[in-house]
């Protein structure tokens, strides 16, 4: 499921399952697919050195996670950042934004997880899998003696709970549950015994496996409260008291300070240890401080005061020269999986509450007409946003998936920037200009709202030069930034806003990962978001278009061979470019500095620097 981006990107990587096949692997004592069909991917190599994935290890009848790295040091703190006001919850389940679902992932862990070197999915809870011929059954055993940060054990009850009651439920986010509509049902699940359970899908489904990397729930701390279901936004929201908060990842919350920090303190009972047998996290403790922008960003970097940062095109230089007498190393870990964009709001229904229109109907005839956005997208200048803004650290993109992407459409070749053309296509539906400012065929001034989040510097830049880009084609554009809670509100609420401009996470293996965003009903759909009342009541109305899409969505996801799905997510793709709805500005180089001191770091440019937290450390003899 893709996630809005504030500024922190949580990789959410996954395998293509093309095959149904299931092989034993005897050194992980679990069990991975036959990746025989599989395309190779360049990006799911190292940078310089292959991850060795952790192996079961069993003492005393608990399925460990036995890391194989080299054995570090414990103690001491790693520090790191987020931009804008911190976490909008806790929740894993309820989260709709990238930094909220980074902090849930610190404490909760799913029944899988992926290799960060070749996105090959690999048990987490889970000890392995096995599956029936067809693909259609999947028996998923258990780590017997783990247990929750309280001491209660890990069982079946709680994967049972986590999907039928939360997850199918339809409780918080339901994007999970509605990527997992495969032809027309829900999965159902079985409780086999207490370390067993089995699902059964209707029919073979590529992401099925992946998609059990959700976090799993502890049942006895939702439960607890009689009405856990009427009371389950509240669970986990950012007020709660960190000794009441129960945990399966390698860290437990320990304090949060709103508009500070996040402090994250090691679960005493994680089920990971290193090859001497001691438990694992290294770290004492995660910090995430929360800083106001990029700027103060890097600047508490250069002071010292946080551990690593991602690098914006304009500083790489400047830190590259001095990287060889410093005390950090820099990575280049390739495209960026995510995306950049500016979504254009279709909405064109009313407020139930008010009776007034969430667009105006004038502004509804503008944006609901293809020509429009055409011209919107021959009006911007991504060459120059790539050399001004990202400092020739980027390329144009034209494409709902980032080039980083196997199944990136590269037919999708794109354009330079053409006043003439986004002219011609406004003349076509009526538009005219008069002394540079631009009319509808009524008379009315095309004036626009255009909105990012405030102290993200990168998005705010893209803001002043799309303003300056659309005022070549006669349009006036209001560009206000605001805080990213309110931007995401905006979005998945009040439906009242022009243009905004935004990034998503995204999966350089697995399209279905984008469902939430593409298919008409996704509660992420957001050039044309619908309520969940409309949803629930049906009152759907997607443009032809957008019903094309979703069937594209479903056929990818129930087709099992790799070049056949390519096919179906290359014409999603064309559709999104040929109708405009989302424009696409350009996809960055990620590159990272983190310090020396920081040991175990596997770089991937499939799942960044820090995916191994529980198995990273610091050097406490390290001098600059």
């Given amino acids: 499921m ?63 996670l036995q890391s194989q790295l080299p054995v570090g040091q414990f103690g001491g703190e790693y520090v790191t950042s987020t931009i804008g006001e911190g976490p909008k919850t806790f929740n894993p389940f309820t989260s709709t934004d990238a930094t909220s679902s980074t902090m849930a992932d610190v404490m909760y862990d799913g029944l899988f997880t992926s290799n960060p070197m070749t996105g090959e999915v690999i048990p987490k809870l889970a000890k392995g899998v096995k599956s029936n011929k067809n693909g259609t059954k999947y028996i998923i055993t258990l780590r017997k003696g783990i247990k929750w940060s309280d001491g209660k ?45 089995e699902f059964t899908i209707k029919r073979p489904f590529a992401p099925f496996l992946r998609a059990l990397s959700a976090p799993i729930a502890p049942k006895h701390y939702f439960a607890k409260d009689r009405d856990w279901q009427k009371n389950f936004d509240r669970f986990l929201a950012t007020n709660t008291n960190p000794k009441d908060i129960v945990t399966s990842g390698a860290f437990r919350l320990k304090e949060y300070i709103p508009a500070q920090r996040v402090v994250f303190e090691k679960n005493p009972n994680y089920y990971m240890i290193n090859k001497n047998g001691d438990r694992l996290p290294y770290i004492n403790k995660i910090i995430y401080l929360i800083v106001g922008d990029i700027n103060n960003q890097i600047l508490k970097f250069e002071a010292g005061e946080i551990d690593d940062i991602s690098l914006r095109g304009g500083d790489v230089a400047r830190y590259k020269a001095k990287e060889a007498h410093s005390d950090y190393v820099i990575y280049n870990l390739g495209a960026d999986n995510g995306t950049m964009f500016v979504a254009i709001n279709l909405n064109n229904r009313k407020n ?11 502004k509804q005839r503008w944006f609901g007409d293809r020509n429009f956005r055409k011209a919107i997208d021959y009006a911007l200048d991504r060459q120059g946003m790539v ?64 909105s990012t989040n405030a102290g993200n510097t990168e998005r ?65 759909h957001l050039f044309n978001q619908r309520s969940a009342a409309d949803i629930k009541a049906g009152h759907i109305y997607p443009l032809p278009w957008e019903k094309r899409i979703d069937t594209l969505f479903e056929k990818g996801a129930l087709c099992t061979n790799f070049n056949e799905r390519k096919k179906y997510y290359d014409e999603y793709q064309q559709i999104i470019y040929n109708e405009a709805p989302i424009v696409y500005l350009y996809s960055p180089i990620r590159i990272y500095a983190i310090r020396r001191k920081i040991k175990n770091i596997y770089p991937s440019t499939l799942s960044g620097l820090t995916y191994n937290i529980e198995e990273l450390y610091i050097d406490k003899e390290f001098k600059k």
């Fill in 352 to 362: 139930k509450d008010t009776g007034k229109y969430f667009v105006p109907q004038y």
């Fill in 2 to 64: 893709k996630k809005i981006l504030g500024l922190v990107l949580t990789l959410f990587v996954i395998i293509i399952l093309l095959g149904v096949l299931i092989r034993k692997d005897d050194n992980n004592s679990g069990y991975t697919f036959d990746t025989a069909d599989i395309k190779p991917n360049p990006d799911a190599v190292a940078i310089n050195k292959p991850y060795p994935c952790p192996k079961t290890k069993t003492i005393d009848g608990v399925d460990y």
């Fill in 460 to 524: 705010e830049a893209l803001g002043v030069m799309i303003k300056q880009d659309l005022a070549d084609i006669g349009i006036k554009v209001n560009f206000k930034p605001i805080e990213f809670n309110s931007l995401v509100n905006k979005i998945t609420n009040s439906y009242n806003w022009d243009m905004i401009i935004l990034g998503l996470t995204g999966s350089p293996l697995e399209p279905h990962n984008g469902k939430n965003v593409w298919s008409s009903a996704g509660p992420l």
């Fill in 153 to 197: 054990p890990i069982t079946a009850d709680d994967v049972m709970f986590t999907w039928n009651d939360i997850i199918f439920a339809g409780l918080g986010n339901t994007s999970i549950r509605d990527e997992l509509v495969i032809a027309g049902e829900l999965p159902k699940i079985r409780k086999l015994d207490n370390y067993t359970v």
């Fill in 387 to 450: 050399q001004n803004i990202a400092n020739g650290m980027a390329t144009p993109l034209f494409t709902a998936e980032s080039p980083s992407g196997i199944f990136y459409n590269k037919k999708i070749t794109g354009h330079k920037r053409d006043i003439k053309t986004a002219l011609a296509y406004l003349h076509k539906s009526g538009f005219r200009l008069k002394n540079g400012k631009l009319y509808d065929k009524y008379g009315n001034r095309v004036e626009i709202d255009l």
